[in-house]
């Protein structure tokens, strides 16, 4: 019997997994997917909200100030990277104006630090090439760029390295009461749990019916990007907005982790599980992304993605224990600031669960620290050590993000293996840069055949059924 089921593995998922990890448990995460951070936790704008813009009084702005402080800490304790560049909400007019002044309300009742109004030069010397349109800002410091999908994984590692496991390609299709708590049905067979959390991002509301009475609907609502060259980094310094509108926080300029730059995303409604982008969508995010940015060059583009934003259609997350169903919890419509806000809801659910009659006895396996190795991000010293001490840091595999073997074969190795390519790209970056796996794919896919033992067609680019290669040619290759 397991102490806890959680259903899905994404950053909420993972940020619960890791949070419950601290305690001596056995605690199981079920995600549907052939690897964790493969909905919506890979597919945003990447930015820890300050959050100036949730309703004060909501969970969702207290989740969303705590859950920036916390990302910063587990930023340093697990390695995970992320930078503080601060964000601001450009105006045009007055009514904008307005609105910057309202959200400077909202957020000091939230709680956010440092935030100010700035104009004028002093504006333009942050931000250059911002549109001699743009009236004001709203400056938040506290506001942070952070890689998604590894604040997830690196949780998830750190809770598997501590004694909890992960399932994955393991999808739930029923939560059956028992006396005792809960049985779990998949595809892998039957789990029994004393508690079951519901973290199943755009289907959050299906399993909530398999296990209470209907409470929420949930609509996909999707939004595309571009992702420009790290030719374009120095574009912007940090996260640059319009001001909100009722389609939600509008389209952004900002710098990524990486060094790359995103634009984008757009909104509308759109069938659960297509990631498709569109013609539409983009020129949408264009039109308006150049409004505040004029000289964003699209020609460097190197990538476009939409994710799928898990709207309930309410003002505040569903965060907690089901009245109708004790026993089984939500952590359900976590759309934008989920990201920022996943740290902090995992403590509230923790607490939440401890209550209801979960042990807390604390776990001495606990890992509350992770270290990566970053061959780029290296001084000339520390390669020369690294290639000394291991060889394989010496043969580069990526040439656009100087990715070595090293580093794959490392990730490999690590508590939650990659068994695709865009896996092993979510943990060290191959095929991240402006050929986007074309030269160091099949390189990788031979990595992951030889360290893993798996055959090349079982092999994905992604998720199931994005295969690679198709079989065996008479010559023993592979097409
Ligand atoms: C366009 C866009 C931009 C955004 N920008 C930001 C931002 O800049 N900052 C921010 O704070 N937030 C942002 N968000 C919101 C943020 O990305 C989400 O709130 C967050 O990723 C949600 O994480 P999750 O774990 O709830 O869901 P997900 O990451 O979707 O994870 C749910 C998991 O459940 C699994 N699952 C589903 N059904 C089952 C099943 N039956 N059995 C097993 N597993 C199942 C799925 O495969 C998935 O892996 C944005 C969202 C979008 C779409």
Known sequence: MED???IGGGVCGCSLLYELSRCKLNTLLLEKENDIACGTTKANSAIVH???????????????????????????????????????????????????????????????????????????????????????????????????????????????????RVELDCAVSGVKKEKDGWTVLTNKGDFKARFVVNAAGVNADAV??????????ITAKSGEYYILDTTESSLVNSVVFPCPSKLGKGVLVAPTVHGNIIVGPDSKDWPRGDYSTSAQGLDYVKKNATRVVPSVNFRASIRNFSGLR????????????????????????????????????????????????LAFEPNPSFVGTRRVRRFKHMSEAEKRAA?????????????????????IVDALKRPVPPRSLDAVKRRCTPGMGRCQGGFCGPRVLELIQKHLGL???AIMKDRAGMYIVTGETKQGGVR
């Not at 259609?313 to 976590?334: C, H, R, T, W, Y």
Request: charged share 25%; aromatic share 6%.
């Open 208 to 217: 909530s019916e398999m296990a209470e009475p209907k409470r929420f609907t």
């Open 387 to 407: 290639v000394k001490e291991n060889p394989l840091y010496g043969i580069i595999v990526c040439r656009c993000e100087t990715v070595t073997e090293g580093e």
């Open 4 to 6: 806890v089921v959680i």
């Open 310 to 357: 898990a709207d309930a259609g309410l003002e505040d997350f569903i965060v907690g224990e089901s009245k109708a169903s004790p026993g089984f919890f939500n952590i359900a419509g976590i759309k934008s600031p989920g990201l920022s806000s996943a740290p902090a809801i995992a403590r509230e659910v923790a607490k939440q669960l401890h209550a209801a009659g």
């Open 50 to 164: 300050a959050g100036y813009d949730p309703e004060p009084g909501t969970e969702m702005a207290r989740f969303n100030v705590e859950g920036n402080a916390l990302i910063e800490q587990l930023s340093k304790n697990l390695d995970i990277m992320y930078k503080k560049i601060g964000s601001l909400v450009v105006g045009f007019d007055d009514d904008d104006r307005k609105s910057i002044e309202k959200l400077l309300e909202k957020g000091a009742k939230n709680g956010v630090p440092g935030l100010k109004i700035v104009e004028g030069e002093e504006l333009f010397r942050m931000e250059p090439n911002l549109s001699r349109e743009v009236k004001c800002a709203l400056y938040a410091p506290s506001a942070g760029i952070v890689s998604p999908w590894e604040l997830a994984i690196a949780q998830a590692e750190c809770a598997v390295e501590g004694g909890a």
């Open 455 to 457: 055959k090349p067609e």
